[in-house]
C-alpha cells in the first residue's frame, strides 16, 4: 500500500492574538492524518519573540517558524506560503482558524480521488472569538447557493458564473496542487477579492477545483479580522468592481456572454451597495 501523501501546512501570522494562533496549532496536532510538516511565516510589521518561542514550545521539528521579510501585505505572506512549499499538496491556515481532526484526512482523500484538480475545499464551522459555534447570515447564504452536490466539481465558464453570482468557496478551508498552480500568484494589490480572484485565474485556465459539503475547518469571525474590517469601511466594495471590470473583459474576450452578463450585473449591484454604505456614513 502506497504511503499517505505527504501535506505541507504554511500559517501566515499578520500580528493580533497569540491564543488564536496557539489553537491553530494545537488543531494541527490533533490531525488524524500524520504526514503533514507546517511552518508559521510571521509577516508582522513589528515582530515579536512570542510567536517564534510559542512555534518552539511544541519541540518538534514538523512545526517550524520562518519570518518573512518585505513587502508585508496579505498577497506578498501568502505567495511566499507557496513558495515555502516542498509537496505536491500544500494549505494555507488562517493563524485565528481551526482545523477539525479529519481536516487532513478529508482533503487527502479528495486529491487522491481528483490528481487532475488544481484545488480542494471544505465546508466550515463558524466560531466566534471564545471558540464557539455561532450563526452567521453571510455564511448560511453560502450555504444555500452551494447547492447540495457532493462532490462539488467547478470547471469552465459555468463554475466561473456560478463564482461570481455568489463565491461560495471558504478560502482558508482549500488545499492546492502544487504542481496545477505554481504558475499563479495571489495579488499584491488586493486584500479581500485575492482569493476569489485567484480561484477564478484557476478556472480562466481551464483547470478543476473539486470542493465537499463536510465541514471540516472552524473558521473565526471577530471585529478584527481583516474580512471584517474592509467591510466596514466598504473598501471591499472597491475591489469587487474592480474584479468584476476584469472579469467581463476576460469573459468578453472568450464569448462566454453568461459570465460577462453576471459580471455586469454583480457590479451594478456592488455600485449600489456601496452607495447605500456611503449615504448610511453621510447620515449617521
Not at 501570522?13 to 504526514?35: D, M, P, V
Not at 510571521?42 to 510567536?51: G, H, K, R, T
Not at 447564504?141 to 457532493?150: F, L, P, W
Not at 474576450?253 to 454604505?277: K, Q
Request: proline letters at 4%; aromatic letters at 10%.
Amino acid at each position: 500500500m502506497a504511503p499517505d501523501p505527504k501535506v505541507a501546512i504554511a500559517i501566515p501570522y499578520g500580528g493580533g492574538a497569540i491564543e488564536y494562533l496557539r489553537s491553530a496549532c494545537e488543531s494541527l496536532t490533533r490531525q488524524n492524518h500524520a504526514a503533514w510538516t507546517a511552518v508559521v511565516i510571521d509577516d508582522s510589521l513589528n515582530p515579536a519573540e512570542e510567536v517564534a518561542e510559542l512555534v518552539r514550545s511544541w519541540a518538534q521539528p514538523r512545526i517550524s517558524y520562518k519570518r518573512h521579510q518585505a513587502p508585508h501585505g496579505i498577497g506578498n505572506a501568502w505567495n511566499a506560503c507557496i513558495e515555502a512549499a516542498d509537496t505536491e499538496l500544500f494549505c494555507l491556515l488562517h493563524a485565528d482558524d481551526e482545523l477539525e481532526p479529519d481536516y487532513l484526512r478529508t482533503m487527502v482523500d479528495l486529491a487522491q480521488a481528483y490528481p487532475e484538480a488544481s484545488l480542494y475545499f471544505c465546508g466550515a464551522t463558524i466560531i466566534d472569538e471564545d471558540g464557539l459555534e455561532r450563526f452567521s447570515l453571510p455564511d448560511r447564504v453560502k450555504d444555500v447557493i452551494r447547492t447540495r452536490e457532493e462532490p462539488i466539481i467547478l470547471n469552465g465558464s459555468s463554475a466561473v458564473e456560478r463564482l461570481i453570482v455568489g463565491n461560495f468557496i471558504m478560502c482558508p478551508t482549500a488545499m492546492y496542487r502544487l504542481s496545477r498552480v505554481a504558475g499563479l500568484r495571489f495579488s499584491d494589490r488586493h486584500r479581500f477579492v485575492l482569493d476569489l480572484r485567484f480561484n477564478l485565474g484557476i478556472l480562466f485556465e481551464g483547470g478543476l477545483i473539486v470542493g465537499t459539503q463536510r465541514k471540516a475547518y472552524r473558521y473565526r469571525r471577530h471585529a478584527a479580522q481583516a474580512t471584517a474590517q474592509l467591510s466596514s469601511t466598504g473598501d471591499r466594495f472597491e475591489e469587487e468592481l474592480e474584479l468584476f471590470r476584469e472579469i467581463r473583459e476576460l469573459a468578453s474576450a472568450r464569448g462566454w456572454d453568461r459570465v460577462a452578463s453576471a459580471a455586469r450585473t454583480r457590479a451594478i449591484f456592488r455600485i449600489h451597495a456601496a452607495l447605500a454604505r456611503k449615504w448610511k456614513y453621510v447620515f449617521a
